[in-house]
């Protein structure tokens, strides 16, 4: 059984930084994609970035050259390293596992979810 245990999440001044991490359950980090997706207050969910077996690498606009995802194999665990924050990155993070179908962004179609973790930025 898969599961995704995130965990980092909290508040953070504007411009400051911030490190999820994620912890998977039955499932290899280093043979799934894996990625975050955000939902932003009164909006839906949207993909953040995400990192494929193969280690390519893809971001959402919005957080490209600010946000940088990596996975520790050996800890079956995932990052994601948000630096530079803003007012808008105020959001309920989840980190998603490829598999089962699901919501697709990025090549990747994500089955699996976490809970998810708040990320709060105050201005």
């Known amino acids: 059984q898969v599961a995704l245990q995130e965990s980092g999440g909290g508040s953070v001044q504007t411009g400051g930084s911030l490190r999820l991490s994620c912890k998977a359950y039955?499932?290899?980090?280093?043979?799934?994609?894996m990625g975050w997706f955000r939902q932003r207050p009164g909006e839906e969910r949207e993909g953040v970035a995400n990192?494929?077996?193969?280690?390519?690498?893809y971001y959402s606009d919005a957080v490209k050259g600010r946000f940088t995802i990596s996975r520790d194999n050996a800890a079956n665990t995932v990052y994601l390293q948000m630096d530079s924050v803003e007012p808008g990155d105020t959001a309920m993070y989840f980190c998603?596992?490829?598999?089962?179908?699901?919501?697709?962004?990025?090549?990747?179609?994500?089955?699996?979810w976490g809970q998810g973790t708040q990320v709060t930025v105050a201005s």
């Open positions: 998603v596992a490829a598999g089962g179908g699901g919501t697709y962004f990025a090549n990747c179609r994500f089955g699996n």
């Open positions: 990192i494929q077996s193969v280690g390519t690498i």
């Open positions: 039955g499932l290899p980090t280093s043979q799934t994609c």
